[in-house]
């Protein structure tokens, strides 16, 4: 079992950025890939950017890249999207997923994340 809480959400003007963090309790957190998705009223939830469980492989949603940034410390049990540039089409509740079943690769498929958090919002104002 894995529990996921996310903080670090808020309101921030166009062009500014904001660090969303994860923490991950229950399994041991280097033997599983994370995932960050997002959700905007009335749309699918979004892939936004996935990393393996040593952090070396990473993959984005090309809405997002070089602007945001995934990184994962496994002595801490954490996960961090660090959001620069940020545009009002940003705003979304972000969630952090956990992918237990996967070895080695990373998914960018919401169907593949078994854990999930509670989602932190984030507001980026025009």
């Known amino acids: 079992q894995v529990q996921l809480v996310e903080s670090g959400g808020g309101l921030v003007q166009a062009g500014g950025s904001l660090r969303l963090s994860c923490a991950a309790s229950?399994?041991?957190?280097?033997?599983?890939?994370m995932g960050w998705f997002r959700q905007a009223p009335g749309k699918e939830r979004e892939f936004v950017v996935a990393i393996s469980r040593s952090g070396s492989n990473t993959v984005y949603a090309d809405s997002v890249k070089g602007r945001f940034t995934i990184s994962r410390d496994n002595a801490k049990n954490m996960v961090y999207l660090q959001m620069n540039s940020l545009k009002p089409e940003d705003t979304a509740v972000y969630y952090c997923?956990?992918?237990?079943?996967?070895?080695?690769?990373?998914?960018?498929?919401?169907?593949?994340?078994?854990?999930w958090g509670q989602g932190t919002q984030v507001t980026v104002s025009s």
């Open positions: 229950g399994r041991t957190f280097s033997t599983y890939a």
């Open positions: 997923a956990a992918d237990t079943s996967r070895t080695y690769s990373i998914t960018r498929y919401s169907s593949e994340y078994d854990y």
